[in-house]
């Protein structure tokens, strides 16, 4: 069992910066391919970027990519999203994610295992 909760989220302006962590228990960290996706009101649930066990691979949404940036430290359990140049589009409740039987997950939900409770962020134009 993984337990993940987020936090970081709130009200920023339109070409604000967040920075969104997410605190990982129950296994062994450096074991678990992370994630981060986002899902708006009455859209489907998306990708926004992903992180190898290591670190030393990561992805991300083209809708995100060049702003975003994925990090994990092993040593705290942690992983973090820092968001830049942030757009109202960018207005969603945000969620970690974790696989526990991959190096490195992909995009799509149904590859990762256990889920945060979610954090929201607002932008403001």
């Known amino acids: 069992q993984v337990q993940l909760v987020e936090s970081g989220g709130g009200l920023v302006q339109a070409g604000g910066s967040l920075r969104l962590s997410c605190a990982a228990s129950?296994?062994?960290?450096?074991?678990?391919?992370m994630g981060w996706f986002r899902q708006a009101p009455g859209k489907e649930r998306e990708f926004v970027a992903g992180?190898?066990?290591?670190?030393?691979?990561?992805s991300y949404a083209d809708s995100v990519k060049g702003r975003f940036t994925i990090s994990r430290d092993n040593a705290k359990n942690t992983v973090a999203l820092q968001m830049n140049s942030l757009k109202p589009d960018d207005t969603a409740a945000y969620y970690c994610?974790?696989?526990?039987?991959?190096?490195?997950?992909?995009?799509?939900?149904?590859?990762?295992?256990?889920w945060g409770q979610g954090t929201q962020v607002t932008v403001s134009s």
């Open positions: 992180i190898s066990w290591s670190g030393g691979r990561t």
């Open positions: 129950g296994r062994t960290f450096s074991r678990l391919a």
């Open positions: 994610a974790a696989d526990v039987s991959r190096v490195f997950a992909g995009s799509q939900p149904d590859e990762y295992d256990y």
